[in-house]
């Protein structure tokens, strides 16, 4: 029984001691249909991303303070097709990041990352994310929106749980 209370304690302690460490990441990942020669276009990716940056920027969704993003495209058919008016897709991997201050809570980091997912979502599957391809603008797929759970990112000395980063004790 006392064995039980000891675990019950370090166990209660553990949870009362997660701290936002220095932020929590989620992934939205969303498709834009584009031709397979557009995939083999020297300057596709920097256009493309530099276009989304900007539509999330001014949508309010990536925000360098509080709602960091990082993005990353991938383009192809997955089938190695050879037509270049073969349908593909322009994949991009949007890393939205709740920023933790010293002050923030774990809850706080959810919510403001929670809000920024949402918004991104709402927009992906309204349709309105665009991409600029060679002067082309590019509506993304509204039915091809996904998201990850969420990731910790912690600080040094910290380890990554389920709802926060908490600090080893020896």
């Not at 397979?36 to 940056?53: E, I, R, Y």
């Not at 949508?59 to 990082?70: A, F, H, N, R």
């Not at 349908?87 to 949007?94: E, H, M, N, R």
Request: with cysteine; glycine share 8%.
């Amino acid at each position: 029984m006392r064995l039980f209370f000891h675990f019950l304690i370090h166990l209660i302690y553990f949870f009362l001691a997660l701290k936002p460490g220095n932020g929590v990441n989620k992934v939205v990942t969303i498709k834009f249909p584009v031709d397979l020669a557009q995939c083999n276009s020297a300057d596709l990716t920097n256009s493309a991303t530099s276009s989304l940056k900007d539509a999330l920027t001014s949508m309010g969704i990536c925000k360098s303070d509080v709602t960091p993003c990082e993005l990353a495209m991938k383009c192809g058919d997955g089938s190695g097709a050879r037509r270049k008016r073969a349908p593909a897709d322009l994949t991009a991997d949007i890393t939205i990041t709740g920023a933790a201050s010293d002050k923030d809570t774990t809850t706080d980091v959810k919510e403001k990352l929670d809000t920024a997912v949402e918004a991104a979502k709402e927009a992906a599957a309204a349709g309105s994310l665009t991409v600029e391809v060679n002067g082309e603008t590019i509506n993304n797929d509204p039915l091809a929106i996904g998201v990850s759970d969420y990731s910790w990112e912690c600080k040094a000395g910290q380890i990554s749980g389920t709802d926060g980063c908490c600090k080893l004790h020896k």
